[in-house]
Nanobody, 125 residues
Framework: QVQLVESGGGSVQAGGSLRLSCAASGNTYNIACMGWFRQAPGKEREGVATIDRDGTTGYADSVKGRFTIHQDNAKNTLYLQMNSLEPEDTAMYYC???????????????????WGQGTQVTVSS
C-alpha cells in the first residue's frame, strides 16, 4: 500500500502562486508515475500534470507554461508549482500514484492505484 498526503492549498488572488506538496509513504518502490488531478464543483476530475520516475513530464493544455510538476525522490515528495493562477484553477487538487509509466501522458483516472485526500485551491479575481 501507498499513502499520499497533500498539503499547500489555500486562497490566493488571480496572478498569484501556490506550491502543492504530496508526501508519499509505504511501498513506493513500485510506483512508476505520479500525477496531480483537480476537481471543481460540478465538474469531473481532470488531469493536471504527471511525472514518471525518470523525470518525464506531461501537462494539461490549460496549465502549460504556468504549472510545473517536480519530485524529490529522496524525500518521496511530489510538488506542483502553480504560477499565474486564474479563477478557473479553483478546485480540489489530488495527488495520485500509478504502477504504470505515464510516458508524458495524463492517463485516465482508472490508471492510478492510489489517491490522496485532496487539498483545496481557491483563486479569487
Amino acid at each position: 500500500q501507498v499513502q499520499l498526503v497533500e498539503s499547500g492549498g489555500g486562497s490566493v488572488q488571480a496572478g498569484g502562486s501556490l506550491r502543492l506538496s504530496c508526501a508519499a509513504s509505504g511501498n513506493t518502490y513500485n510506483i512508476a508515475c505520479m500525477g496531480w488531478f483537480r476537481q471543481a464543483p460540478g465538474k469531473e476530475r481532470e488531469g493536471v500534470a504527471t511525472i514518471d520516475r525518470d523525470g518525464t513530464t506531461g501537462y494539461a493544455d490549460s496549465v502549460k507554461g504556468r504549472f510545473t510538476i517536480h519530485q524529490d525522490n529522496a524525500k518521496n515528495t511530489l510538488y506542483l508549482q502553480m504560477n499565474s493562477l486564474e479563477p478557473e484553477d479553483t478546485a480540489m487538487y489530488y495527488c495520485a500514484a500509478a504502477r504504470i509509466w505515464c510516458g508524458g501522458s495524463l492517463l485516465g483516472l482508472y490508471a492510478y492505484n492510489y489517491w490522496g485526500q485532496g487539498t483545496q485551491v481557491t483563486v479569487s479575481s
